[in-house]
């Protein structure tokens, strides 16, 4: 599987920083402007990416009121059909959302939901696709995404192993081995618990490829911490205000708070580093302050050291603490000072001279 994928303006592997989408989903409220201040806020926020969902109620569901077709949760009472209804983006709007986007420096990409979806997002020339969880089961849309050539990124929800892995073969069957696996609980808010991001290393090692989070968990700690276990990508929802309502708005997070999860996201990806013993060269001139052999009390020479005239304290100035048992016993070469660092040169063993 590729470990180095392009989307947009940005670069995705390993050695990259975490590619931080902001999803945008239902929070528009059917609003183009405020879908237009979502964008804006999102660049001022530090995401990377803003992302679309391109269906209209009647490529994704049918109008059915049968029981099959209602929903529950946040969305009691609707159904599907009515529930995108109030969420989908109009498609007269993303070509333009796209090229606003690109304008003020962000990626913009979309999940499209059925193949006439598809067809419209290449016209407007889309850089990246993104598969739902729940459309990883769909394997001619994914088929048909795949022989596009782009990269894909898959979030994996509702997806048993088998369904990842025929998820998987069959873009690698079109030729298209830029894959992004994103770890993914198709909850709305998912529950902590329900979480496990310890899959996010095991599905790169599993598949080999780029792994990441789309993350419908309240707050960032979820988001934050998977940058330790691998995650390279990290989408959440994204809106103004929850205040304003919406079908996302619930589990959606708040400029502010986006602001915050970027924030601690790059201080983690500082922190991480790398597998190694050795001290930076910061580090290396902070081992100063640790602790070393002194002279705690003015010696005569030939007076014997004692526990109570020398002491392991700090500085690191002196000898090494190692040494302090073999010190013990042995006798001044000249007067020495109380703060004198310990040298070979002010010792004298006379257990060498036996």
């Given at each position: 599987m590729k470990k180095e994928i392009q989307?947009?303006?940005?670069?995705?592997?390993?050695?990259?920083?975490?590619?931080?989408?902001?999803?945008?989903?239902?929070?528009?409220?059917?609003d183009y402007h405020r879908a237009i201040k979502i964008i804006d806020a999102a660049k001022e926020a530090g995401a990377d990416a803003i992302k679309l969902q391109t269906y209209t109620p009647d490529t994704i569901t049918l109008d059915c009121d049968s029981?099959?077709?209602?929903?529950?949760?946040?969305?009691?009472?609707?159904?599907?059909?009515?529930?995108?209804?109030?969420?989908?983006?109009?498609?007269?709007?993303?070509?333009?959302?796209?090229?606003?986007?690109?304008?003020?420096?962000?990626?913009?990409?979309?999940?499209?939901?059925?193949?006439t979806s598809v067809d419209f997002l290449e016209e407007i020339k889309v850089p990246a696709y993104k598969i739902a969880s729940f459309e990883i089961v769909d394997i001619p849309l994914i088929r048909k995404i795949a022989r596009l050539g782009k990269p894909m990124l898959i979030s994996t929800g509702i997806a048993h192993l088998e369904d990842i892995d025929l998820a998987v073969r069959t873009?690698?069957?079109?030729?298209?081995?830029?894959?992004?696996?994103?770890?993914?609980?198709?909850?709305?808010?998912a529950p902590y618990e329900d979480m496990n991001i310890r899959g996010i290393p095991l599905i790169a090692e599993t598949f080999d490829c780029i792994s990441g989070l789309s993350d419908h968990t309240l707050g960032s700690e979820v988001s934050v911490a998977s940058i330790a276990l691998g995650a390279k990508v990290i989408e959440?929802?994204?809106t103004l205000r929850r205040a304003d309502g919406g079908p996302d708005a619930a589990f959606s997070m708040e400029p502010e708070e986006f602001r915050r999860m970027t924030d601690q996201i790059r201080n983690v990806e500082k922190a991480l580093g790398r597998k190694t013993f050795d001290l930076t060269e910061k580090q290396e001139k902070e081992r100063i302050g640790g602790r070393s052999l002194f002279v705690a009390e003015d010696i005569k020479q030939g007076e014997i050291f004692t526990e109570k005239n020398i002491r392991s304290v700090r500085p690191g100035h002196g000898l090494h603490t190692k040494f302090y048992d073999q010190i013990l016993g042995c006798s001044a070469s000249v007067d020495l000072k109380k703060g004198t660092p310990l040298e070979w040169k002010y010792i004298v063993d006379h257990r060498l001279d036996s």
């Open positions: 989307i947009g303006t940005h670069i995705i592997s390993n050695e990259n920083p975490t590619y931080i989408i902001a999803e945008m989903s239902g929070n528009h409220n059917s029981e099959m077709f209602k929903t529950g949760g946040l969305w009691e009472g609707m159904t599907l059909h009515q529930l995108y209804q109030t969420a989908y983006t109009p498609w007269e709007w993303q070509g333009k959302l796209i090229k606003y986007a690109n304008e003020i420096g962000l990626d913009c990409f979309s999940s499209p939901f059925d193949p873009c690698l069957e079109e030729g298209n081995n830029q894959i992004i696996l994103l770890k993914c609980v198709s909850s709305y808010p959440k929802h994204f």
